[in-house]
């Protein structure tokens, strides 16, 4: 593809004797938004798109059952000149690959609350919403706001975070070095004290946390399997009988169900969690990128032969959002993750919701 658009790039911009052109590039294929974006990106760089256009340029992307198609139209002093090149199309799945494809997952967000202070984590507890922040948990069911202190008994540390976990109308929130407990109904209500309790990563899995850091020293204990002592790690995910743990050495390293350490994942943020779909679990993983960058998320297929050191195989499209992804934790058959929103400075959580298809 590159290479096609390059050579006809050169073509056109020898056509236009290398004057400025008035571009427009339309999309009448199955090629992706992101081909599409590079394959303008292409002409721009090599035809002159700023000053008084001298000639107009139209680039059209179409196919047939073998090929793709770069047509350029050149509109110049009124003459009419129409330019192509192409490239095979790639070879039509077998249906074996295709049976072994796992199910496109699609991934829904819906804002639940947003505010000026970090939200550290959200959870739903009956018809309400609970917000967990450094100062505070704030139930919200329709217009009634109910709210009940943190006390602050020691120093957070930097970039602090927390967690929610629910059980009908009772719920723990867990911070570092501290741990509070309480109810939504028939008011909101909530104990804090200071402990070294670990905290709940999945279903049957918990493990401590560094009180005066942001993330897990590495002690984990899971049911079945005992407690491990591993590498320290900032987010974990089960993966069937595996497990995933984005590591602070910026790699997300998978252990087989005896510990084996079976690889190690590059392509993936400091965020991953486990999510239950309709179409079977998958692994929920951020982008790796800076606190100053857009984020997003992306569901994953982790099979045998992934946790067997193959490449993690995207199971749907990537879930973009307005600035870095500071906390995602697992729901269940859902998902929360909060985002600051770089032109606002706001944070804003949401609630993921996975849909399957073909």
């Known amino acids: 593809m590159g290479g096609a658009a390059r050579d006809l790039a050169r073509t056109v911009a020898a056509a236009v004797a290398h004057e400025p052109v008035a571009l427009t590039v339309k999309n009448l294929s199955a090629l992706s938004a992101a081909d599409t974006a590079e394959i303008r990106r292409v002409f721009e760089s090599e035809l002159k798109t700023a000053g008084q256009p001298a000639a107009e340029v139209r680039i059209a992307i179409s196919e047939n059952l073998t090929q793709f198609l770069l047509v350029a139209e050149i509109h110049r002093q009124g003459d009419r000149q129409v330019l192509l090149e192409s490239w095979p199309r790639p070879p039509a799945p077998s249906a074996a690959a295709l049976q072994d494809k796992p199910a496109r997952v699609t991934l829904e967000k819906k804002l639940v609350w947003e505010q000026d202070q970090p939200i550290l984590d959200v959870a739903q507890s009956g018809d309400a919403i609970l917000v967990l922040d450094a100062t505070r948990v704030l139930l919200v069911r329709g217009a009634e706001r109910q709210s009940a202190p943190i006390p602050a008994t020691h120093p957070w540390p930097r970039d602090i975070r927390g967690r929610l976990s629910v059980s009908d109308s009772a719920f723990t929130a ?20 200071d402990s ?3 905290w709940l990563l999945a279903p049957g899995a918990i493990a401590l946390f560094a009180p005066d850091r942001n993330l897990f020293p590495g002690h984990i204990d899971v049911e079945p399997g005992g407690a491990r002592d591993l590498p ?54 951020t982008r790796p990128t800076g606190r100053t960058e857009p984020d997003a998320i992306r569901t994953y297929d982790l099979g ?50 996975p849909t399957c298809g073909s």
């Open 232 to 285: 320290p790690f900032y987010s974990a995910a089960p993966a069937g009988d595996a497990w995933i743990f984005a590591a602070a050495d910026g790699r997300a390293h998978i252990y087989t169900h005896s510990w084996e350490s079976a690889g190690a994942i590059d392509q993936w943020g400091s965020d991953i969690a486990a999510i239950q779909t309709p179409c079977g679990a998958r692994i929920l993983a």
């Open 304 to 353: 045998v032969s992934e946790v067997n050191g193959g490449a993690p195989r995207p199971a749907g499209p990537a879930l973009e959002f307005s600035g870095p992804i500071t906390a995602l934790w697992f729901a269940g058959n859902s998902a929360t993750a909060v985002s600051r929103d770089l032109q606002t400075g706001r944070y804003a959580a949401f609630i993921l919701a």
């Open 174 to 193: 867990y911070l570092p070095g501290a741990i509070c407990r309480g109810t939504a109904q028939p008011q909101l209500s909530l104990v804090c004290r």
């Open 196 to 198: 070294p309790d670990p």
